[in-house]
């Protein structure tokens, strides 16, 4: 999806301290490898509903297709293609399910490029009702690129949104820190709400780039990857202990990483990232992620797990506190990583632009 940028090395362990001691225990890295399980026409993302047997995969052109992990059979659940198309990183860019199973959520650029989060119901037949769109979120876009893209429930049974800063580079507007703009934040609504007004679009987190995907872990640990510019990926962590992100200013555009950008930017206090990596070998723009919970990966299980676009690598990082202890590479190619996501079951999956949908299995 270009770069998911601005237009969309790692060692296999790191040990603290210096030498491992020659009586103590050896620390096994975990492994993982990708298995197709089927393909898409430029899949964004990817949800799943509790008590239902299929993979919904959003097509950058605008479709929603079910994918039946038991029949292998394939559906069309939703087709935007009349509201949205694929256009460098416009079109159809996530989409999550409430938590109830009833209403599908999905997050687009329009026909005018400003992003549109709409929700619709789902019928017994696991197609989402046109009829019953509404739109509960709208943002102006004053570029082509940084659009943000994810969805997700997190506190309060809300729904929550990343914007982007708008596009270009530099945050030209300097919006990313001003709360007074809707872009470069995570952004809340009421998901139930009547129509755009009622849903109550709240600033949750500001100091944001292009937070193309984010979650709320079990425990409702905010993770963040946010894509970088010149230099550095990031991968931030908003605790539950400390409001989840409620509040929480990570940087940007004062900040590149650790690093200071903008020099007319201020972030006092801001939260630092857990992990960064340089542009080079190791990659140019994360693709997002996800702390792992399942059960058919018990090596990895609640180790953040994250793709980048450009390298095609998927790595693990083992955070302690507001540190990274551990770094292992997982997979050398996965191609043109778009997503790195946990569905309902847990099961992890793996997307990238070509076309494959793969899982996340043990060696």
């Known amino acids: 999806m270009g770069r998911f940028r601005g237009s969309l090395l790692l060692v296999a362990a790191i040990v603290i301290g210096g030498a491992t001691p020659a009586n103590a225990t050896a620390v096994t890295d975990p492994t993982a490898r990708l298995v197709k399980v089927t393909t898409a026409a430029k899949p964004t993302d ?35 293609t009349g509201r949205t198309g694929a256009s460098g990183e416009r079109g159809l860019l996530g989409l999550v399910f409430h938590p109830n199973g009833r209403f599908l959520y999905v997050n687009y650029t329009d026909d005018d490029g400003d992003t549109v989060v709409a929700r619709y119901r789902m019928r017994a037949n696991k197609t989402a009702d046109p009829a019953s769109r509404t739109v509960l979120f709208t943002l102006e876009q004053p570029y082509a690129n940084h659009n943000g893209g994810g969805l997700a429930f997190g506190p309060g049974g809300r729904l929550y949104i990343g914007t982007g800063d708008g596009g ?7 919006v990313a820190l001003d709360k007074s703009s809707m872009l470069g934040k995570i952004i809340s609504v009421d998901p139930l709400a009547r129509n755009e007004r009622s849903a109550a679009a709240r600033i949750w987190s500001v100091g944001l780039r292009n937070p193309w995907r984010f979650e709320f872990d ?7 990857a946010d894509v970088g510019q010149d230099k550095w990926e990031e991968v931030s ?3 539950a202990s400390a409001g989840s992100g409620r509040n929480a200013n990570f940087g940007w555009s004062a900040y590149e990483g650790f690093v200071r950008f903008n020099n007319d930017q201020t972030a006092k206090n801001h939260l630092a990232p857990v992990h960064v990596y340089e542009h080079g070998e190791d990659g140019c723009s994360i693709s997002g992620g996800t702390k792992v919970r399942s059960a058919k990966l018990p090596a990895l299980v609640g180790w953040y797990v994250y793709g980048d676009y450009c390298s095609g690598r998927i ?19 996965a191609g043109s990583v778009t997503a790195v996501r946990s569905v309902a079951s847990g099961d992890v999956y793996v997307l990238n632009l070509g076309g494959d949908v793969s899982a996340l299995l043990p060696t």
């Open 168 to 174: 270009s580079r530099d945050d030209p507007q300097r």
């Open 237 to 239: 962590l908003a605790r």
């Open 315 to 333: 790595t693990a990082i083992k955070v302690v506190g507001t540190k990274t202890t551990r770094v292992v590479r997982l997979i050398d190619d």
């Open 46 to 80: 990817i949800a799943s509903r509790s008590g239902d047997t299929g993979l919904y995969i959003a097509e950058q052109d605008g479709r929603i297709v079910r994918f039946d992990t038991k029949t292998k059979a394939k559906s069309t659940a939703l087709d935007l």
């Open 218 to 224: 079990d425990e409702m640990n905010l993770w963040v």
